[in-house]
């Protein structure tokens, strides 16, 4: 018998060698278990690990020096929103891709960006423009923003064709994306910036038909917002064309309540997109848009002298024609012919009615027409080099020149030209 002193009980104990020797196995049994367990959990975790394919990365950083032959007072060239400074240089985004599948028909997607462009796109609740100067009239103190463009995950179903996609993520219809490099031209147009949404936030559900027709539906927390700004969401929905390899098109339709705690009111658009390729060096694009909502028409319908009360259903129409032409492997020509039709000064007209430009009564809307050449030299896949010359013009006056804003605070050009030069890097 041996005597051992039990400190938790603070007593004496008496044991017997041979049940000390049998407590003695059961703990190393109980060790080399744990050992064994631990090693099987790695050798499992690590045959998990390696089963899953790693993240592909790329991504590419955007500049472009942009000139107003107008010369703005206030250095800002109206109705552009990725590029309004004029003759300055700009940092417009250096952007890091992320691509993931995972176990199950899992995937996943994240664009990161960095510049002045992710400050112009910036989903509500975090936007600030570096476009805009500061009340002290420099540069905006943000000039450089962060956003996270899209992250969002994905299921397929191995057994049908359906998929969901949930998170954040771009708009489904248009001609023209948020990265300039993967448009015909280096600045976006009016139907870009003013008739439709960057991003969404919320879940969609796919589903792809034999016969190359894909159907896509589901609710978001509206136009850009991180965060809803009324309890309403907003129905998106898409149909998805593919009639050949030179030939494809798609019909959206976006309808919700996008007014500050107001769930009345209904913003509705309705937009086709269309991909030709006639030859094998020729790329047309073509965008027809319909919108309107209800409650910010600031219109004088009666043409009594004053505006409507309450304000009524403002409407806008758009019309984009693009088109790519690949002279050689390295250089081509890129152009648009756009008209964007802001009946009431619902969308990009808008800050100028809130602040009074035009007058109370009179002001019937306007039609804004650009017509744009790019010419592009593509020095390799990684590298590019392009310039541009874009012609703007309105029937009133819209565009600022050198003397400003009349005393009136009205714009006082009907006309503007631009040129930008574009290097984008590809990694």
């Known amino acids: ?35 064994l367990l631990s090693l099987i959990s790695f050798g499992f975790l690590s045959a998990l690990s390696a089963q899953i394919p790693k993240p592909k990365m790329d991504g590419f950083i955007d500049t472009t020096y942009n000139y107003d032959f107008n010369r703005p007072l206030s250095g800002r060239s109206n109705y552009r929103f990725f590029d309004q400074r004029t003759n300055n240089f700009l940092l417009n985004a250096v952007q890091i891709n992320v691509d993931g599948a995972g176990q199950e028909g899992i995937g996943y997607h994240g664009e990161f960006a960095f510049g002045t462009d992710p400050s112009a796109y910036k989903a509500a609740g975090t936007n600030s423009l570096a476009e805009s100067p500061n009340s002290a009239g420099g540069p905006s103190n943000v000039a450089y923003n962060f956003e996270i463009q899209e992250a969002f995950l994905t299921y397929n179903w191995n057994t049908y064709p359906i998929g969901v996609k949930l998170g954040k993520f771009a708009s489904l219809g248009g001609l023209e994306v948020i990265e300039s490099m993967n448009n015909f031209t280096i600045s976006r147009g009016y139907l870009f910036f003013g008739a439709k949404p960057y991003t969404h936030v919320g879940a969609i559900l796919g589903y792809t038909t034999p016969f190359n027709i894909d159907f896509w539906i589901g609710l ?42 107001d769930n009345s009111n209904k913003r509705t658009t309705i937009d086709t997109t269309w991909f030709l390729k006639p030859l094998a060096n020729t790329s047309l694009g073509l965008q027809l848009l319909y919108g309107q909502e209800n409650g910010v028409s600031r219109i004088d319908s009666n043409s009594d002298g004053f505006m409507d009360t309450p304000l009524g259903t403002a409407k806008w129409y ?6 790519k ?38 002001f019937r809307g306007d039609v804004l027409h650009n017509f744009t050449l790019t010419p592009a030299y593509k020095f390799s896949d990684a590298l590019l080099l392009r310039t541009e010359f874009r012609y703007d013009w309105a029937i009133e006056e819209l565009f600022e020149g050198t003397s400003g804003l009349s005393n009136g605070g009205l714009p006082t050009e009907r006309k503007m030209a631009t040129v930008s030069l574009e290097v984008v890097y590809k990694f």
């Open 220 to 261: 978001v927390n509206g136009w850009d917002l991180h965060v809803d700004n009324n309890t309403d969401k907003t129905l998106v929905m898409k149909v998805g064309i593919n009639l050949s390899e030179n030939l494809n098109g798609s019909l959206s339709f976006y309808r919700g309540a996008e007014q500050n705690a």
């Open 325 to 362: 032409y690949d002279f050689t492997e390295k250089i081509s020509l890129g152009s648009r012919f756009e008209i964007f039709q802001d009946l009431g000064g619902g969308r990009i007209l808008a800050p100028y009615v809130n602040a009074g430009i035009f007058p109370a009564g009179t």
């Open 1 to 35: 018998m041996k005597v051992f002193f039990d400190f938790r009980n603070n007593i004496f104990l008496k044991k017997s060698e041979e049940k000390i020797m049998r407590e003695i196995k059961a703990r190393k049994c109980f060790f080399n278990l744990a050992i």
């Open 318 to 323: 758009g019309f984009n024609l693009q088109g």
